[in-house]
């Protein structure tokens, strides 16, 4: 007797796991620069943000009494991404609750992997800066290439820079360090270069499309360039806010997640463009120097209502 | 030449076109034949033979039932041995008539020989008569009645003719043999049909991963007045009726209308030269081109004689039938599974693709990440997870809006997705749940 089955009968190769560990293979040269920049107080925020992301995703899955998704990579690539948007000298403990937000509260207490509304890695992230401000904005200038060093001399981050620049003054970083990442700020976010690599290597093995990082750097530096223009304001340096603070990551490897973006491309350029303006207004006229963390959460919030109203055109019925 | 394409959706899958280098073959002949009496979209066709009676190749078993119908004829000659119902591989039981053979005897009046006949019978109502008394259907799968695609209905009118040579099913070459092997006698086919149409205008449309098939036919058509080839992309589902119109024309079929409502007649390649066998060498359909392919070490294109068991392809080729898991008449996009071995060739078998045990499994499914992958692929523009979601949720009212009468059964939102969901089954389900509540409405 042979097998009976519907069509079709092949599948692509193309699976959860797979797909996750593509991105992990996309955020490794970010992962190697954090590595680079800050040592191994990179490596324990890490190595505590993984581990107890995939505990908790195991360990809820089991007390929820949900299937359980542990191996499918997605718990890792949320630990990642938590960590790399934390500062190098996070205590552990908070770390850990970080984790527990992104997992337990944002992710499975929504039904699990597909069903949460929110960025659980930005929800641990947001939870963490409003919870513990000064620790999260306490940033240590980076050694390059000096694993061991713990000297932990802060810096400010170029965007508070930017943020408190006068008239008259002039921006006084060297965009070959914001490009490379030799500068203050969150593990993972300060290198343009090592992220670029990452989008590339996405696109490539079509694990997401050009629309919302491409959208949502766009539409946030028009804005910039609109305000320069306006006001001619060394504030409102274009390449420098689009290479130093989250929005790299944010575009890149936040906004693109799969459940909590819309799918069709006409709302994935909705949904990028409000991210982008959204992201302007909070690190223009906002109290803080960051925007990228709210900007994705808020636009997070619109999905349902995006994919609801912007939906593919469909053959035979009419182009209007 | 640049390669056309449709405009919405489409996946890149390998198309495997193992055989497309070897060459057609013909099949030795089965002891029996199995022969259904209903190998098309309509009724069953009327038997006129009883259990006894002594058949040749080419003479005709069973007369069409009325327009939407096909004639049958046998294609091996000896007796008549029973006519009964049997499983027709896909667990439906059929009315065949089971010949046993004896020699090889053909019926007078059919020019068997290769020799090519360009003069075209100067009349449209002899022509299409000839069609119909030949019993050719739709040879790409559908088993629709060619001649009510080429009688065109009072206030419609047709002003292109789009010959199908795409082939998009992996593993399938039939079309792809034929187009090399027979191409002048598919172009002058297309002219046959472009005189019943009253037209000059037709394109073969070839997937551009057959460049021997454009470059020869490309060649050809230009010796000849109202017909040219085109190259189009190689994306699934190139060859569907709707997304060939759309790719050819830049025209869309209404939802809910048929092809000639865009001033569109869509033929298959294998049609076409049943056409021309039919007309010029009055050879009615009793053979067609059966691509053999899948995970076999021989894949290969052999012409079969229609009712031809596919125990007896298989047997003929030395498949180690224990290692095989599945058996899929037809490519592995749309083809179905075969249950019985003794379920006969038809009219519409373009292919028998064998899988070995290991690549006969469907992989597990996981949880929906919303990723919108199948959104991007369907090429009717449809949601398929919002689709799953209201079969799930039993919201059948949801489906009209959701234009779930408009899949076309391609399977590319089951093939891309990346939680391995059978997308595809939920569209089906929805289509007769929704045809169910617009019955009782």
């Known amino acids: ?320 | 030449m640049k390669a056309k394409t449709f405009a919405i959706g489409g996946i890149h899958i390998n198309k495997h076109k193992l055989s497309a280098n070897t060459k057609i073959t013909e099949l030795a002949l089965p002891d029996v034949v199995y022969i259904p009496v209903k190998q098309h979209i309509g009724a069953p066709a009327k038997i006129i033979v009883k259990i006894g009676d002594k058949v040749k190749v080419g003479t005709l078993l069973a007369e069409a039932d009325g327009v939407f119908s096909a004639n049958v004829f046998s294609s091996v000659s000896g007796e008549v041995a029973k006519i009964e119902e049997i499983n027709n591989g896909q667990g439906y039981l059929e009315t065949v008539i089971t010949i046993k053979r004896e020699g090889d005897v053909f019926e007078e009046g059919m020019d068997l020989t290769d020799n090519l006949i360009t003069d075209i019978l100067d009349d449209k109502e002899e022509l299409l008569r000839i069609i119909t008394r030949a019993g050719i259907v739709g040879m790409g799968g559908a088993g629709f009645p060619t001649p009510i695609k080429n009688n065109i209905p009072e206030g419609k009118k047709v002003d292109t003719l789009i010959v199908n040579g795409i082939e998009c099913e992996p593993y399938l070459t039939t079309d792809g043999r034929l187009m090399i092997e027979k191409a002048e006698q598919i172009i002058i086919g297309t002219r046959i049909l472009n005189k019943i149409l009253g037209i000059q205008n037709a394109v073969i449309a070839i997937d551009e991963n057959k460049p021997r098939a454009i470059a020869r036919l490309h060649r050809i058509a230009k010796r000849y007045v109202g017909v040219n080839v085109q190259k189009c992309k190689s994306i699934y589902p190139q060859g569907g009726e709707k997304q060939l119109i759309n790719a050819i024309t830049g025209r869309e079929v209404p939802s809910g209308k048929l092809p000639i409502d865009t001033n569109c007649a869509v033929q298959n390649v294998a049609t076409v030269y049943a056409i021309y066998e039919a007309v010029q060498k009055h050879i009615p359909l009793f053979r067609r081109v059966v691509t053999l392919s899948g995970n076999i070490s021989h894949p290969c294109n052999y012409l079969v004689r229609i009712g031809t068991p596919i125990s007896f392809v298989l047997k003929e080729s030395n498949i180690p039938l224990e290692k095989v898991g599945k058996i899929i008449s037809g490519g592995p996009m749309m083809g179905r599974t075969i249950s019985s071995l003794e379920a006969p060739i038809t009219k519409t078998t373009s292919g028998i693709t064998v899988f070995l045990e290991e690549n006969s499994y469907k992989p597990e499914t996981t949880s929906c990440l919303r990723c919108g992958k199948c959104v991007d692929a369907c090429p009717m523009g449809l949601m398929p997870l919002n689709i799953r979601d209201a079969v799930e949720h039993n919201e059948f009212q949801n489906l009209k809006q959701l234009h779930v009468q408009d899949c076309i059964l391609c399977g590319s939102c089951s093939y891309v997705c990346p939680a391995k969901i059978p997308l595809l089954d939920y569209c089906k389900i929805g289509k007769y749940e929704l045809s169910k509540l617009q019955k009782k409405a």
Not at chain 1, 49 to 75: I, M, Q, W
Not at chain 1, 119 to 140: C, D, E, H, K, Y
């Open chain 1, 1 to 320: 007797m042979f097998k009976m089955s519907t069509s079709p009968h092949i599948n692509s190769k193309q699976t959860t796991q797979t797909i996750m560990r593509d991105v992990i293979v996309a955020l490794s040269p970010a992962i190697f620069a954090a590595l680079c920049f800050f040592g191994i107080n990179a490596l324990i925020v890490l190595v505590t943000s993984v581990s107890s992301c995939v505990f908790f995703e195991y360990f809820l899955s089991r007390r929820l009494g949900l299937k359980n998704n542990t191996f499918d990579l997605s718990a890792i690539v949320t630990g990642v991404l938590l960590a790399l948007n934390l500062p190098a000298t996070m205590p552990i403990w908070m770390t850990i609750l970080g984790a527990f937000m992104a997992i337990g509260v944002a992710k499975m207490a929504f039904g699990g992997i597909g069903k949460n509304i929110f960025n659980p890695a930005l929800v641990g992230r947001v939870f963490l800066f409003i919870s513990f401000p000064v620790q999260m904005t306490t940033w240590v200038k980076p050694h390059v290439l000096e694993f061991f060093n713990l000297d932990a001399a802060t810096a400010a981050t170029p965007l508070a820079s930017l943020k408190h620049l006068t008239v008259a003054e002039q921006f006084n970083t060297d965009y070959l360090s914001l490009f490379l990442g030799n500068i203050g700020g969150s593990m993972g976010e300060t290198s343009a270069l090592a992220l670029l690599i990452g989008f590339i290597w996405m696109l490539k093995r079509k694990i997401i499309t050009w629309h919302i990082p491409v959208c949502y750097v766009g539409s946030f530096a028009v804005c910039i360039f609109i305000s320069a223009l306006l006001t001619g304001s060394a504030r409102f340096d274009v390449l420098a806010h689009i290479l130093s603070g989250g929005l790299l990551l944010g575009a890149i490897f936040m906004a693109t997640d799969y459940t909590t973006s819309p799918m069709t491309k006409k709302g994935k350029i909705i949904f990028a463009v409000g991210c982008g303006v959204i992201t302007y207004i909070i690190r223009v006229f906002g109290s803080y120097p960051e925007g990228v963390s709210f900007a994705i959460l808020i636009m997070n919030a619109f999905v349902p209502l995006i994919d609801r109203y912007f939906i593919q055109y469909i053959y035979g019925t009419g182009r209007k």
